[in-house]
């Protein structure tokens, strides 16, 4: 099976996310002056949705055309204005930004089948404007429920190991976030369970 059936399989049937924003996201993008937004494995499109909504010109990429389908729809739902949102089919492991963006997102890349991720994240910074920012935000453990299922990332990496891996020369960039935040989150079986994300943010320097 290739990484693009795994994804069309997951996808298929079912809505797989709450389609609600990711908490830290939208707290550092308040913060952020809003312009051009890139979501890398967007999924089913909360995160895109919420940035366009609140003015961002996003683009949406994710493998699987069952996901951005499901975007799509969500966000007619949701009113965003026509064309706020380009959305993108692509195989990150191959894909290449076409220009730059003020905010470069990449919440929860990681995946149970095989994923060049430092590769992808290391290709990202590139497509960072001038005084843009990367956002990074993942597991920095495995959730309770998912303990007997096989992970590409079993060594999640903690917000110093993120910094390290992705190879930024520091002086181009200014990590102004690495850190673990928990929050509470609720699985497939009802169960609840207190999670911890490692978040990273990198912004990179102005050309002025």
Request: hydrophobic share 45%; with cysteine; aromatic share 6%.
């Amino acid at each position: 099976m290739t990484t693009a059936d795994f994804w069309e399989q997951r996808y298929a049937s079912t809505q797989v996310w709450s389609g609600r924003v990711n908490q830290t996201l939208a707290e550092v993008a308040r913060g952020l002056v809003v312009g051009s937004a890139l979501d890398l494995g967007c999924g089913e499109g909360g995160d895109a949705i919420w940035l366009a909504r609140a003015g961002w010109q996003v683009t949406a990429v994710d493998i699987s055309t069952n996901a951005l389908e499901r975007g799509r729809a969500a966000a007619e739902a949701a009113r965003v204005p026509s064309g706020r949102i380009e959305w993108v089919a692509a195989d990150l492991a191959s894909w290449r930004p076409a220009g730059t963006y003020d905010l470069v997102s990449a919440c929860f890349l990681q995946s149970p089948v095989s994923l060049p991720r430092t590769e992808i994240l290391r290709r990202a910074a590139t497509a960072v404007a001038p005084g843009g920012s990367l956002l990074i935000i993942s597991h920095a453990e495995m959730p309770p429920w998912a303990n007997d299922h096989h992970h590409e990332h079993a060594d999640f990496l903690g917000p110093a190991e993120e910094v390290a891996a992705l190879g930024l020369d520091s002086r181009d960039w200014d990590v102004v976030l690495a850190e673990v935040r928990e929050r509470d989150a609720v699985g497939p079986d009802g169960a609840s369970a207190r999670l911890k994300d490692s978040v990273v943010r990198a912004r990179r320097a102005r050309n002025d």
